[in-house]
Structure formats: structure tokens, C-alpha cells
């Protein structure tokens, strides 16, 4: 699997990275180690979690994903060779959702107990919090990386001027930046005006932020739940617009001349962009998973690019119409 840049970090990290949301809830502990081993056989070597992942499944209060995630590096000695990813500041038990410095420092001592790891290769603020003030978000994050206990920083659902606030500050403090993002992104472009309760989705000057000042682009939920490649799983609400019913048939098209599944098309598309953009995976079958790599092999031929491209797209370049 080759590997795209984490913004200035002078570091690269596998460019598909494997969610393991629902490892330990939904997904049983033997499937959810057999999905790791086989993203690891892949070459992938970038996994991404949160404090938080899953206790609002049903049956499952205590985070399960950190603590398998933990125990799979220990069991497999991989530790080393593995970027972990951990997010904290929504809300769960008795946490309340907030970036607030006490909370930052807790939540990453229990993110470590869980994992049974002394660092945290890349921290994201999972939310924005408008009633702490960034430059104290900021000096916290930057304690943690002086202490060692977390490597690089990253920002997960906050708006595009929030963002560049805080790395505005961060660069006039001497302190850390955030060197990547993670929001809601995929191939169909959502109604404007949808809510999707907290997550939030990409946006142009989101996007041209990343493109301007080097951030990595990690989009979530790539897939849109599989949408583009199964029946049973329809256009979710939000996202039901006349260009998508467009954009999926282009999905369906090119799909079926390179035999592939829908979804890996979505994501080729994702790793085909210029900014470097690493899509962050949800599988609950090794079939999904094999499917989903295959995006790593796929190449796009000029006519199918414009084609995909053509019909909408994030931080669209004007001039490839023109080429
Ligand atoms: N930062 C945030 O706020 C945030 C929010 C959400 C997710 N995330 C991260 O992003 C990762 C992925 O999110 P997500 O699970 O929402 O991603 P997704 O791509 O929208 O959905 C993944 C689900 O889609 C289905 N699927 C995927 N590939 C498929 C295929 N080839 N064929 C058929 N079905 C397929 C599977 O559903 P079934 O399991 O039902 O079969 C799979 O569990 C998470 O693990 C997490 O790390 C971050």
C-alpha cells in the first residue's frame, strides 16, 4: 500500500486507513482481529480510533474499540510499526463533551490505559468547543506533545475558520498545529442544509484551507455506509439530490467497465485527488474489506476522471473543464 504525506509532519502514513469504530461492539473480537491482520497483510499500517467508540451501541457502555485495538498491537507485536489515531471531546458516561485543558489530559491518559500504549501517534479534537477558548485547547494540546504522549494533532468536525484560528494561534504561541482533518466526506455531496448530529460535513473553504496550508484530508463515513455498491443500502437522508442520482449512475458505470465494487470506485476517487486525502474505512466483513483495498489498484482513464468529476465536486478545480 503507498503512503500520503500527514501535512507538514515530514511523516507519511498508509493512504487507507482502517476505522475500528465498531471493533468489540458490533463487530465481534475474532472478525474484528481478522480484519486487522488482513488491512496489516494489505501493507496498512494506520488505524484510527476514538475515547468515545462505540458506547452508544446498544449493550455496550464501556469503550470497546481503544482496548481491542491495544490488545491486537500487543498480541501481534506491531506497536511499533503501526500509527494509531485517537480522538477525544464528544461526550460519553459521565464525560462531558468539551475540550476543556483538565478534560484533554484525562482523556488522553485513559485513551493510553485503554490502549496499553505510551503515545498517541495523532490526537484529534473530535468537536469543536466554542466555550473554551482555543488558545487554552491549544497550550493543552501542546503539553501533551512536550510530555511525549501524543506525537501530532489533528481536528475532527470543527469549522474551516476555527481551524485556521487555531493554528493561527498555535503558530504566533510557538505550540503544535493541527496537521490534518477528518470530516465527513464522501462522493455525493450532502443537501446544504442536512444535520448530521455533530459530524459535519466538508465544505469548499474547508477544503481550499487543507489545499493552501498543507493539511491532510481524512474523510469519514467514505462510503456513505456502502451505499455505492449494495442494494439494500439506498442514498442516506441528506444526501438525495438530482446531482447525486447523477454522480451514482458515473459510480455504477465506471464500477461495471473496471469490475469492480461501487464503493471502491468512491474511494479511488478520494485517493485519486491532488491534496492528499486518506479515507478512513468502516468494514464489518473481510469481503468489504477486500473490496474497499482493491481502491489502492484502481487508476482512472481521462475520460472516466471527467466523468466523476464533472458533475460536482468539492474544492473543484475550474480548469480541468478547460484541459
Ligand atoms: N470523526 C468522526 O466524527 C467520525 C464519524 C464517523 C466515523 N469516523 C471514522 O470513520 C470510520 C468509517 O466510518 P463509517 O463506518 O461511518 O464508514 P462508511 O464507509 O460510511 O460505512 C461503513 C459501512 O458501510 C458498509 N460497507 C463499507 N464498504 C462496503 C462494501 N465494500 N460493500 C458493502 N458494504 C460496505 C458496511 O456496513 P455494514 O457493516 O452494515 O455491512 C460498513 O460497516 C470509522 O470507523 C471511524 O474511524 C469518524
Redesign the pocket.
Known sequence: MDTTPLGRTGESVSELCL???YFGSRVDRETSFELLDRYYEAGGRFL??ANIYATWVDGYDEPESEPLVGEWLAERGVRDEMTVAT?LGFGYQEVPASLDPDLIHQEIDRSLDRMGIDTIDLLYA?VDDPDTPQTDVMAAFGEAVDAGTVRHLGA??VPAWRIARANRIAAERGLPRFECV?PRFSYLIPDRDAGFEG?LPTTDELVDYCDQHDLTLLP???????CY??DDRPVPEGYVRSENRLKLRAIEDVAERKGV?G?AVALAWMLDRDQPTIP??????LE?LD??LAAADLSFTDAERRRLNGIESYGFDQWDMRD
Not at 478512513?280 to 466483513?285: E, H, I
Request: glycine share 12%; charged share 10%; no cysteine.
Open positions: 476505522g475500528p469504530m484510527d480510533t480522538k473530535h475532527s468536525n477528518q459530524q469519514y463515513s467514505p462510503t456513505l455506509q456502502g455498491g449494495r465494487n464503493n478512513v474505512l468502516g468494514v464489518s466483513t468489504q473490496q474497499n
